[in-house]
């Protein structure tokens, strides 16, 4: 059971190349999020998937756009990477998005963008 | 505007003292408040979730308690293996979003 992982672990890009973050869960959760961490600041949600076959945005979606592939996966991806998005990525899942159902997160992958 | 604010943003203690990391919260109706612990490099891990004024939690060594403006997490008598960053998020009623505060670094010296 290896909860949620996340792939890559590290990746550096230059401006304006693109990338995809991947994410599995095998809880058979019906939420999963993509977040991004940066110092200072607390947590900010970029999508979220209420279940699936649904996504949505959320604080800080420009620059992203998500796949909710199928219920264990949802992808995130930077169509043309910007220094700005340097930071650390995590997915989360939960069985629902009511404040019963605690997230569990991956990871993370740390990106820089040169 | 929804928002959650932690302190302090670092905290220094000797193992075996005690203290309280603060988490003060605006928000228009609250369904949750959540404690998350994260060891560096890694991802946060979830604590514990409160849901009312009053309410109080425990789990080893730490206790969480929430009023209707802030949640404390008490540490009592703390161990090195405790060093990590606390964060809180909370959950407004309006939607299912979580808004995060920025955390508060421990560290527990031997």
């Known amino acids: 059971n290896a909860g949620v992982t996340q792939t890559p672990k590290f990746q550096v890009l230059k401006t304006g190349q693109s990338m995809t973050l991947q994410c599995a869960q095998d809880?058979?959760?019906?939420?999963m999020y993509w977040y991004r961490q940066d110092p200072g600041m607390g947590l900010r949600l970029i999508y979220y998937?209420?279940?699936?076959?649904?996504?949505d945005k959320g604080e800080v979606p420009n620059g992203y756009n998500v796949s909710r592939l199928n219920k264990r996966e949802f992808s995130l991806r930077l169509e043309s990477a910007a220094p700005s998005q340097t930071s650390v990525y995590f997915c989360?899942?939960?069985?629902?998005?009511?404040?019963?159902?605690?997230?569990?997160f991956g990871p993370g992958t740390r990106l820089t963008v040169l | 505007e929804d928002q959650v604010t932690q302190s302090p943003e670092a905290l220094r203690l000797q193992e075996g003292e005690s203290s309280s990391l603060n988490c003060s919260y605006t928000?228009?109706?609250?369904?949750?408040l959540f404690w998350y612990r994260q060891d560096p490099g890694k991802g946060p891990e979830f604590l514990f979730t409160?849901?009312?004024?009053?309410e109080e939690k425990e789990k080893e060594r730490l206790k969480a308690t929430l009023t209707k403006k802030e949640s404390f997490l008490h540490i009592t008598a703390p161990k090195p293996e405790d060093s990590a960053t606390y964060l809180c998020?909370?959950?407004?009623?309006?939607?299912?979003?979580?808004?995060w505060g920025a955390g508060t670094k421990l560290i527990i010296k031997p």
């Open positions: 989360a899942s939960s069985a629902s998005t009511g404040s019963s159902y605690e997230q569990f």
């Open positions: 809880m058979n959760h019906n939420s």
């Open positions: 998937s209420a279940s699936e076959g649904t996504t």
């Open positions: 928000v228009s109706g609250l369904r949750g």
């Open positions: 409160l849901y009312s004024a009053g």
């Open positions: 998020a909370v959950q407004a009623a309006s939607n299912y979003q979580l808004i």
